[in-house]
């Protein structure tokens, strides 16, 4: 079983929706929990950064990380074609140096 | 600033071959990482560095060496190449592993 499990997708959505991406995960130690957007053929980029439990809101997107249920979730609000891109969950403990974990990614189609 | 910089952009080695992927960083971060990434498998961590002339595994790190003489670089190397290193290769760097990551635009690396 993988520490961080994503629904692969496609998720294919209207403009104007409001989206959510999800990701599980089986280590209670992770403490930090981060979203990357990663463009076809590009590298990802940090996207949303958060630590511990909680909400965290940044324009259009809000992260929201429930450790009781080790689940973490990322909103969309009025998406837009130029949100189309695959996005990855990655998460780390708190204590020592490990790196981050990542999740396969989920896929996301905006129609416009 | 560049960022981090990955080169070469894309590679065809043939079996057997060794070859070094260079990775460079201009913002003093002292957090450097190599992953690969394939087809529903997400991002795995080949190898990681805290600060010059400290690295570790991974989680696959077989197949790979590196070594962190500066700062700014963070090379990987291909001892003996097999197809199944065919991937795509990103490297990237942090202020410190509880941040978020700044990643290159990764290496398209085939072996045939």
């Known amino acids: 079983q993988k520490e961080v499990e994503q629904d692969p997708g496609p998720l294919s959505v209207p403009e104007g929706a409001i989206v959510s991406l999800n990701c599980t995960y089986s280590?209670?130690?992770?403490?930090?929990f981060m979203w990357y957007r990663q463009y076809s053929r590009k590298g990802p980029e940090l996207l949303m950064y958060t630590y511990s439990s909680g909400n965290k809101e940044d324009g259009r997107f809000t992260a929201q990380v429930d450790k009781s249920s080790k689940y973490i979730s990322l909103f969309i609000r009025d998406s837009q074609p130029s949100d189309s891109a695959t996005y990855l969950c990655?998460?780390?403990?708190?204590?020592?140096?490990?790196?981050?974990?990542f999740g396969s990614g989920t896929r996301l189609q905006v129609q416009p | 600033n560049a960022g981090v910089t990955q080169t070469p952009k894309f590679q065809v080695l043939k079996t057997g071959q060794s070859m070094t992927l260079q990775c460079a960083q201009d913002?003093?971060?002292?957090?450097m990482s190599w992953y690969r990434q394939d087809p529903g498998m997400g991002l795995r961590l080949i190898h990681y560095?805290?600060?010059?002339?400290?690295?570790d595994q991974g989680e696959v790190p077989n197949g790979y060496n590196v070594s962190r003489s500066t700062t700014e670089d963070f090379p990987l190397r291909l001892l003996s190449a097999a197809p199944s290193q065919t991937s795509v290769y990103f490297c990237a760097s942090s202020p410190d592993s509880n941040y978020g990551y700044t990643f290159g635009s990764g290496t398209r690396l085939t072996v045939v």
């Open positions: 560095s805290v600060g010059a002339g400290i690295t």
């Open positions: 280590n209670s130690a992770f403490q930090y």
């Open positions: 913002m003093n971060h002292e957090y």
């Open positions: 990655a998460m780390k403990p708190g204590a020592g140096r490990r790196a981050l974990t």
